[in-house]
Nanobody, 129 residues
Framework: QELLRESGGALVQPGESLKLSCVYH????????IGWFRQAPSKEREGVSA??????????YYADSVKGRFTISRDNAKNTAYLQLNDLKPEDTAVYYC????????????????????WGQGTQVTVSS
């Protein structure tokens, strides 16, 4: 069974919102940071957001391109992380992936792929009028 599974992707119009979910299929979810990345056609995968583990106070991180529009959160009782996407733009079109962070506690994430070890299969978000 895959460790992480994303859901919630859809086709939406510019300005609309979506909420993505990432379910973690193992124990100790609260002890891991979770990140969200995206990959648009013909582009490299880029870090979007991350949320730290319980020891880190669930500190949040955002790429400049989504700051103020996207919100990351987690529900440790449900082993689920979320990414709320507001005011979506066509340039937000991509496959969105969640991933498990390697480092815990006081580590400050830079939203680079080498900071994450397990990845989900992705969910497609398309923003188009």
């Amino acid at each position: 069974q895959e460790l992480l599974r994303e859901s919630g992707g859809a086709l939406v119009q510019p300005g609309e919102s979506l909420k993505l979910s990432c379910v973690y299929h193992d124990v100790n979810f609260r002890n891991h940071a979770i990140g969200w990345f995206r990959q648009a056609p013909s582009k490299e995968r880029e870090g979007v957001s991350a949320i730290g583990d319980s020891l880190a106070g669930e500190k949040t991180y955002y790429a400049d391109s989504v700051k103020g529009r996207f919100t990351i959160s987690r529900d440790n009782a449900k082993n689920t992380a979320y990414l709320q996407l507001n005011d979506l733009k066509p340039e937000d079109t991509a496959v969105y992936y969640c991933a498990r962070g390697v480092w815990g506690g006081v580590y400050d994430y830079r939203l680079t792929e080498d900071e994450f070890d397990y990845w989900g299969q992705g969910t497609q978000v398309t923003v188009s009028s």
